[in-house]
């Protein structure tokens, strides 16, 4: 992959993207229950900015199906390539590592594993069970990969009843093809309306700065509404590395709350829009509010 040089990232990224650390004695626990046991999460080994937020709240994001993806996204730092077999005592794991951890709000996500015949959705509904099994009281999230819109998987995932299912549109339409590899806009769309027309309570992630205007911004909202999409997420794209693609601008905190009140009032049930907001942030208040309704 060549290496992109743009301007914007040699220039001092601003003051509103500087982490602010939410520590507390919650935090802290987790953090020795993580390390003791040597826990992966997505919040540690993706070097999440939130990570001492959610922690405090006993909300933990886990990966599962390996750590090699089948696509090659150009603004993801997952390593590309040939994957190995799923672990069929992965779900197991998973399951103990948030009962260790006293998790409220359990989020799981993983690689695209296009090399599977079923995209791994029996592993993911494998992973939901054990983790209700060991966790009767946790709250499941999942963020999954599109499953090229196949209703069959996708009835596989729903099956095992998480409280919601999520995929990212990443994008607007028009930089997907430059942005995400072999993802498509419209498939997404269709992933997500296909979940919200069994009933499930979806939710997707649009990162912005990656040179997209406000019109595309507020269609993709709309795509995702029309979908039946109810939580919407919102943040700004942070280049990886050089071979990642460039980002074109930071967005202010102010066009962040302007897009997160237009997205209420297309009539999204929760949105979080600010620069270090990513996809599981406050994902517990999410559902709440859309419970509330």
């Known amino acids: 992959m060549p290496k ?9 990224k601003p003051g509103w ?8 004695g ?4 987790v953090r020795q229950i993580v390390e003791k046991h040597n826990l992966h999460t997505i919040c540690s080994s993706g070097r999440c900015p939130n990570q001492a937020e959610c922690w405090s709240r006993r909300t933990a994001t886990f990966m599962i199906l390996g750590d090699i993806c089948t696509r090659g996204c150009r ?20 399951a103990e590592s948030v009962s260790l951890m006293k998790l409220r709000y359990v989020v799981v996500t993983s690689v695209t594993r296009d090399d599977l015949p079923d995209g791994g959705a029996a592993h993911w509904a494998a992973t939901v069970e054990a983790i209700r099994t060991q966790n009767p009281d946790a709250v ?21 009843k998480p409280d919601i299912i999520g995929h990212n549109i990443e994008t607007v339409e028009r930089l997907t093809p430059q942005v995400r590899s072999r993802a498509k806009y419209r498939t997404s769309l269709e992933t997500l309306r296909y979940l919200s027309s069994r009933g499930v309570v979806t939710k997707s992630g649009l990162m912005v700065g990656l ?3 406000d019109g595309e911004v507020l269609q993709t909202l709309h795509d995702l509404r029309e ?9 700004q794209y942070l280049r990886p590395t050089l ?14 709350e302007w897009y997160r009140l237009q997205a209420l009032e297309m009539g999204f049930s929760y949105c979080a829009s600010a620069p270090l907001v990513r996809s599981s942030y406050m994902a517990e208040e999410a559902l709440r509010s859309v419970k509330s309704l």
């Open 75 to 94: 603004f993801c730092a997952t390593q590309t390539g040939h994957p190995l077999p799923p672990d069929p005592e992965e779900p197991r794991q998973v």
């Open 140 to 160: 499941i999230e999942l963020l999954i990969p599109d499953l090229d819109a196949r209703p069959d998987l996708l009835d596989t995932v729903i099956a095992s």
């Open 211 to 213: 040179g997209e205007d």
């Open 243 to 256: 071979e990642h693609y460039p980002v074109a601008a930071y967005i202010t905190p102010e066009k962040f």
């Open 17 to 24: 993207l500087k982490i602010r650390l939410h520590r507390t």
């Open 26 to 29: 919650e935090w802290a626990e």
């Open 227 to 235: 979908a039946g999409v109810r939580i919407v997420t919102l943040g």
């Open 4 to 12: 992109f040089h743009d301007k914007v990232d040699v220039l001092k």
